[in-house]
C-alpha cells in the first residue's frame, strides 16, 4: 500500500503544521496533511475560477453598465470553440480533483495489516470503547502514537457517526452492521471526538476525547483501566459508580430534575424509603437493590412513568451496558445509586479520583 | 391588438385584465386562470418562506452562544427539522416552476394557459392540503428527525408525533410537484404557437421543462419512501430498521434517490431564470442559447446517477463510493458552462443595474461559491472529513438559498410589474438586495470556516472555541432578515401606491412583454408574433411611458406579423 501523494516534505511537516491555510483543524494523524493538502489544491483552483468569475462580472458591470437607453445592437450570440473550450478546461481540472481524492480514499479505507484493534459502542448519547485487555473507556479514545489503530463500530440504537476531526476520519455506526474506520496519531495530546450523525436529544452532547499516548504509556494506561475496578474494595464500590457515571448524565440527573429518564435523586429516594415506583403499565414495583440491578442489565423490561405526569418514560437506554461495563462496574452503579447521598451530596457529584479509592495489591497486603 | 394598446402610453390600464377580469373570493379558489393560479401560489410559497424563515432565525439565535440560549434541545431539534422541510418542500421546490412558472411559462410560450388547467388548480389544493398535514404535525407533537428522516431514528428512534403527519404531507406535497411538472412537460409539447420552435424557446422554459422531467420521474420515489417510513412505524412492519430485519442504508439510498434530483428541481429553474435576467437586463443577446439549452437537460439527466455522493460515510461500499465521485464531478461541466455563458452574455452589453440584474448577478457570485465548494465535497479524500459538518450545511445554503432563492426573488422582481401592474421602488429595491448579499455571505461563508475545522451540523451546544463563528453567522442572519423585511415592505407598498407599469419596463423580448401590465384575462388577443427572443434591437425606449415599445422605424410590430 502506498501512498505516492505524500510528499516526503508533507510527511516531515505533518504534526507540527497548524493545519491548512484554509481552516482546517490541526493535523494529527498521517492522513491529516496528505488530505489538507488535497484540500488546498481544490481551494486553490476553486479561489482562481471564483476570482476570474468576479473580476471579470465587476468589469462588465463597470465597464458596460448602461448610460443610455439606446437598444444594444448585436453582439457574438455564440462561439463554439470558445464554449467547447470553457467545457474541456474544467473537465480535465475535475479528473484531476477526482484522481487525487481518490487516492487518498484508498488509504483511508486501508487500514494495515498489523493495526491495533478498538472496538467502538455508540449509543443514545455516549461512546464506549472496549479494548482488547478487556479494559472499557466511556467518551474516551485512548490511542498509541505512531501506530495505525483500527476502530469497529456498532450501534445499539440508531444511526451515529465517529468523528475525530484532528485525524480526518469519519464514518458512520449503523445498527445491525460492523463499520469500521482506521488512523496513525503523529502527535501525543487531547483532540475531540464528536457524533456527526444526527441521533437525537442530546446529539451535541455525544462528544469526547481521544488522548494520544506514546506507546508505553499506552500501554499502561489501558492495562490500569482493565484492572482498576477489581481493585476497588467493596466498601468504596459506590465511589467508583462516579467515575462511570458519565455514560448516564445525559438521561438521569442527581438532583431531582427530570430529563429523559427518571432522575437517581428519585430512584435513591424510594430506595431509601423502601417505596415503590409506578411502571408504564400502571403496575408497581418495589425499588431494591434486586430492581437496582436488574434496570441497568434489562433496562427495558420494566419501563418507569414519570412520577409527576404519569407518562411513560421513551424506552431509549441501550441495553448493551451490562455486557460493556462487566458485572462489577455494574455493581458500583447499582451501589452508587443506593448511597447516592454520600456520593453526591445535594445533588453535586463529588471529585472521585481514580487513585484515591484503588488499593493496589501490593498496599492491600 | 393587445400590444398595440400596449404601445401607446397609458397612464391607467385601458379595461379588463386577469385580475378585474372576474371579482370576488369564490373567483380566486375555484379560477383556472394560471395567472390565478400562480398568484395564489405565490402567497402561499411566501408565507411557508417567512414561517421558516422565522424558525431559522430562532436556530441561529440559539446557537448565539454554546448551552441553552433560548430553547432546550428537543425544541432545537424541531426548529431546524421544520425549517428545512418546509423550506424544502413548501418552499423551494415549488416556488420557482409552481409560482413564477405557473405565472410566466404560457405567456412566454404563447398560450392562452396551461394544458390541464383544472389539473393545474388541484395540483395548488394538494399543496395546500400538504401544507394542513405539515401544520397537524407540528400540532401533533412536532417532528425532530431532521428533513432528511433518517432510520431507524425516525421509525424507533423517536418519541415526537409527527412523523407519519409529515411523511404524509411529503407523500402529497409529491403528487402536486408531479402535476405540475407533467402539466408544463405536456404544455410545452402541445401549446407552443406557430413559429416557437423549440430553439426559439426562451432558456427559462428549457430548463422548466426539463425540471418537469425531473419532477415527474423522480418525486414518486419519495412518495414511495415515506409511505414505507410510514408503514414501518405504524405497523412495525421491518423495511429500513435493523431490529425488524431491514436496512438502515436502504432508506438512505431511496431517500437521495429522490432528493438530489430534487436539488436541481430547485436550481435548474433558477438558472432559467438567470437566463432570462442577465439577457433582458442587459440587452444583449444570450450567448451561446443551445450550450446553455442543452446543459439544463444534460444536468437532469446526470442529476439521476450521483445521489450516492451523500452517503460517502454511510458504510455503502468504497467501490460505489468511487463510482458516485467519478459522475458527480461530470454535473460540475454543464454547471460551468452556464456561468461562463452568461459572463460571455455580459460582455459588451448594456447592463442596467436595476433590482433584479442585481440579483441575478448576486447569484453568479453566490452560485460561483455554492458551486466551487461542491468539489470539496464530491472529492472523496476531503469529504470524509467535511461529511455532516457546517461545511455541508453552507454548500448547500449557498446552492438552495443563495443560487434558487436569490433566483427566484430576483424573478420576482423581474416579473412583478407584469404580474401586478406596478413598480415597486428601484431604491429600496437596492438596498434591500445589498443587505440580503451581505447578510447571506456573513451568515453562511462563516459556516464553511467552522464546517471546515470540525464542527458537526444539527448541534443545539458546541465546543467554545466554534463560538465566534457562530456570533458572526447570527449576526448576518440578522442582517439578511432586515433586507428581506425591507422587501416585504417595499413590495406590498408597490401594490397600493406603487407607479403603474408599463407594457414593457425592462425591454425583455420574449411573449410575456408584448402583453399589457398585467396581462389580459385570455394572455393574447391576437396569436403573437413570435421571434428572436434574445434580439433587443428591435425594442426602443419612450421616456413617456417609462418602457420599451417596438421601433416606430421597423415594417411591423410584434402581434400583427
Redo the contacts between chains.
Keep these: 500500500m502506498t501512498f505516492d501523494l505524500c510528499l516526503p516534505a508533507i510527511l516531515a511537516t505533518a504534526g507540527q503544521r497548524p493545519g491548512?491555510i484554509?481552516?482546517?483543524?490541526e493535523q494529527a494523524s498521517t492522513i491529516a496533511g496528505?488530505?489538507d493538502l488535497?484540500?488546498d489544491i481544490?481551494?486553490w483552483?476553486?479561489l482562481f475560477?471564483?476570482v476570474l468569475?468576479?473580476v471579470?462580472?465587476v468589469y462588465?458591470?463597470i465597464k458596460?453598465?448602461?448610460?443610455s437607453?439606446?437598444?444594444?445592437?448585436?453582439?457574438?450570440?455564440?462561439?463554439t470553440p470558445?464554449?467547447v473550450t470553457?467545457?474541456v478546461i474544467?473537465?480535465i481540472l475535475?479528473?484531476v480533483?477526482?484522481y487525487?481524492?481518490?487516492?487518498?480514499?484508498?488509504?483511508?479505507?486501508t487500514p494495515p495489516e498489523n493495526a491495533y484493534e478498538i472496538k467502538a459502542t455508540g449509543q443514545?448519547w455516549f461512546w464506549t470503547f472496549n479494548y482488547p485487555n478487556g479494559a472499557t473507556e466511556t467518551n474516551i479514545l485512548h490511542v498509541p502514537k505512531d501506530w495505525p489503530v483500527k476502530i469497529t463500530m456498532r450501534s445499539d440504537?440508531?444511526?451515529h457517526?465517529l468523528?475525530i476531526?484532528?485525524f480526518?476520519?469519519?464514518?458512520?455506526v449503523?445498527?445491525?452492521?460492523k463499520?469500521h474506520l482506521w488512523f496513525e496519531a503523529t502527535r501525543t495530546g487531547e483532540f475531540?471526538l464528536?457524533?456527526?450523525?444526527?441521533?437525537?436529544?442530546?446529539?451535541?452532547?455525544m462528544?469526547g476525547k481521544t488522548i494520544v499516548y506514546d506507546q508505553d504509556e499506552f500501554e499502561a494506561v489501558i492495562d490500569d483501566l482493565a484492572r482498576w475496578i477489581d481493585q476497588v474494595p467493596d466498601d468504596k464500590l459506590h465511589l467508583a459508580g462516579a467515575l462511570s457515571y458519565n455514560q448516564c448524565l445525559s438521561c438521569h440527573t442527581l438532583d431531582g430534575s427530570q430529563m429523559i429518564g427518571p432522575s437517581f435523586k428519585e430512584t435513591y429516594d424510594l430506595f431509601k424509603s423502601g417505596g415503590t415506583r409506578t411502571l408504564a403499565d400502571g403496575s408497581r414495583v418495589t425499588v431494591n437493590e434486586e430492581y437496582l440491578r436488574k434496570s441497568i442489565l434489562q433496562p427495558l423490561g420494566e419501563i418507569a412513568a414519570d412520577s409527576a405526569t404519569g407518562a411513560a418514560y421513551?424506552s431509549?437506554m441501550p441495553t448493551g451496558i451490562g455486557t460493556q461495563l462487566g458485572p462489577r462496574k455494574v455493581e458500583s452503579m447499582v451501589q452508587f445509586i443506593m448511597r447516592l447521598d454520600e456520593v453526591a451530596p445535594d445533588g453535586k457529584l463529588l471529585e472521585v479520583k481514580k487513585e484515591d479509592i484503588v488499593v493496589k495489591p501490593s498496599e492491600s497486603e | 391588438m393587445t400590444t398595440i394598446e400596449a404601445t401607446k402610453p397609458i397612464p391607467e390600464p385601458a379595461g379588463d385584465n386577469y385580475l378585474t377580469h372576474t371579482t370576488g373570493i369564490m373567483s380566486w379558489l375555484g379560477t383556472l386562470d394560471h395567472k390565478r393560479i400562480g398568484i395564489m401560489y405565490l402567497v402561499s410559497v411566501l408565507t411557508s418562506f417567512f414561517v421558516a424563515g422565522i424558525f431559522g432565525l430562532l436556530v441561529r439565535t440559539e446557537l448565539i452562544a454554546p448551552g441553552q440560549t433560548i430553547v432546550d434541545?428537543?425544541t432545537y431539534?424541531r426548529l431546524f427539522t421544520l425549517h428545512g422541510a418546509i423550506m424544502v418542500f413548501l418552499v423551494i421546490i415549488p416556488s420557482v416552476p409552481a409560482s413564477l412558472g405557473n405565472f410566466v411559462l404560457p405567456i412566454m410560450l404563447g398560450a392562452k394557459d396551461v394544458a390541464f388547467p383544472r389539473l393545474n388548480l388541484f395540483s395548488y389544493y394538494l399543496w395546500v392540503t400538504g401544507a394542513v398535514f405539515a401544520v397537524g404535525a407540528i400540532l401533533m407533537g412536532g417532528v425532530?428527525?431532521?428533513w432528511t428522516f433518517?432510520v431507524?431514528?425516525s421509525t424507533?428512534?423517536?418519541?415526537m408525533g409527527g412523523v407519519v403527519m409529515v411523511a404524509t404531507a411529503v407523500f402529497i406535497l409529491g403528487f402536486s410537484s408531479i402535476f405540475t411538472g407533467m402539466n408544463f412537460i405536456v404544455t410545452i409539447h402541445r401549446l407552443r404557437p406557430p413559429g416557437m420552435t423549440w430553439f426559439r424557446m426562451p432558456l427559462f422554459l428549457w430548463a422548466i421543462y426539463a425540471t418537469g422531467i425531473l419532477q415527474v420521474m423522480a418525486t414518486p420515489v419519495i412518495g414511495i419512501t415515506v409511505a414505507l417510513l410510514a408503514v414501518e412505524r405504524s405497523f412495525g412492519i421491518g423495511i429500513f430498521?435493523?431490529?425488524l430485519g431491514g436496512?438502515?442504508?436502504l432508506f438512505q439510498h431511496f431517500f437521495w434517490f429522490y432528493s438530489h434530483p430534487a436539488v436541481y428541481i430547485m436550481i435548474l429553474p433558477a438558472m432559467g431564470i438567470i437566463s432570462e435576467l442577465i439577457s433582458v437586463h442587459?440587452?444583449?443577446?444570450?450567448?451561446?442559447?443551445?450550450?446553455i439549452a442543452f446543459s439544463s437537460v444534460a444536468i437532469a439527466i446526470f442529476s439521476f446517477l450521483v445521489w450516492g455522493h451523500h452517503m460517502f460515510?454511510?458504510?455503502q461500499s468504497?467501490l460505489m463510493?468511487?463510482i458516485f465521485?467519478?459522475i458527480t464531478?461530470?454535473v460540475?461541466?454543464p454547471s460551468?458552462?452556464k456561468?461562463?455563458?452568461w459572463?460571455?452574455t455580459?460582455?459588451?452589453?448594456?447592463?442596467?443595474?436595476n433590482t433584479p440584474m442585481l440579483y441575478a448577478?448576486s447569484f453568479?457570485?453566490l452560485f460561483?461559491?455554492g458551486g466551487?465548494?461542491g468539489?470539496?465535497l464530491?472529492?472523496?479524500?476531503?469529504?470524509?472529513?467535511l461529511?455532516?459538518?457546517y461545511f455541508v450545511v453552507a454548500h448547500f445554503h449557498y446552492v438552495m438559498m443563495g443560487s434558487a432563492l436569490i433566483a427566484m426573488i430576483g424573478g420576482l422582481h423581474h416579473w412583478w410589474p407584469k404580474m401586478t401592474g406596478r413598480m415597486y421602488s428601484e431604491f429600496w429595491g437596492r438596498i434591500a438586495c445589498g443587505l440580503v448579499f451581505v447578510g447571506f455571505n456573513v451568515t453562511f461563508f462563516t459556516q464553511?470556516?467552522l464546517g471546515?475545522?470540525?464542527m458537526?451540523?444539527?448541534?443545539?451546544?458546541?465546543?467554545p472555541e466554534f463560538t465566534v463563528y457562530h456570533v458572526v453567522s447570527t449576526i448576518g442572519s440578522y442582517v439578511m432578515a432586515l433586507g428581506f423585511f425591507i422587501t416585504a415592505a417595499y413590495l406590498i407598498h408597490s401594490l397600493f401606491g406603487g407607479r403603474r407599469a408599463p407594457a414593457n419596463p425592462w425591454?425583455g423580448r420574449s411573449l410575456e412583454w408584448q402583453c399589457t401590465s398585467p396581462p389580459p384575462h385570455d394572455n393574447f388577443a391576437t396569436q403573437p408574433h413570435v421571434g428572436d427572443c434574445?434580439d433587443?434591437?428591435?425594442?426602443?425606449?419612450d421616456e413617456q411611458e417609462q418602457g420599451y415599445h417596438w421601433?416606430h422605424d421597423l415594417a411591423h410590430e410584434p402581434g400583427e406579423g
Excluded at chain 1, 100 to 109: D, E
Excluded at chain 1, 168 to 172: A, F, P, S, T, Y
Excluded at chain 2, 346 to 353: A, E, H, N, Q, V
Excluded at chain 2, 536 to 541: A, G, H, I, P
Aim: glycine fraction near 8%.
Design positions: 491548512s484554509f481552516g482546517m483543524p496528505p488530505i488535497i484540500y481544490i481551494t483552483i476553486s475560477f471564483f468569475i468576479v471579470l462580472m462588465f458591470m458596460y453598465r448602461r448610460t437607453h439606446v437598444a444594444n445592437t448585436g453582439g457574438l450570440t455564440h462561439h470558445l464554449e470553457w467545457t474544467p473537465l475535475v479528473i480533483i477526482f487525487v481524492g481518490l487516492k487518498g480514499y484508498v488509504h483511508l479505507t443514545r440504537d440508531v444511526l457517526a468523528f476531526p484532528a480526518r476520519v469519519k464514518q458512520d449503523v445498527p445491525g452492521k463499520t475531540d464528536f457524533c456527526a450523525e444526527y441521533c437525537g436529544t442530546q446529539h451535541s452532547l462528544i421513551p431509549s | 434541545a428537543d431539534n425532530d428527525t431532521g433518517y431507524p431514528y424507533t428512534g423517536t418519541a430498521d435493523p431490529s436496512d438502515p442504508v442587459s440587452h444583449k443577446h444570450i450567448f451561446g442559447y443551445k450550450f460515510v454511510s458504510s468504497p463510493n468511487v465521485s467519478a464531478f461530470s460540475a461541466i460551468a458552462v456561468v461562463f455563458n459572463l460571455a455580459l460582455y459588451k452589453g448594456s447592463i442596467s443595474l448577478l453568479l457570485f460561483g461559491i466551487l465548494t468539489l470539496h464530491g472529492t472523496l479524500a476531503t469529504d470524509i472529513h461529511h455532516d459538518t464553511f470556516v471546515s475545522k470540525g458537526p451540523r444539527r448541534y443545539w451546544d458546541y465546543l425591454g434574445y433587443f434591437s428591435v425594442l426602443e425606449w421601433r
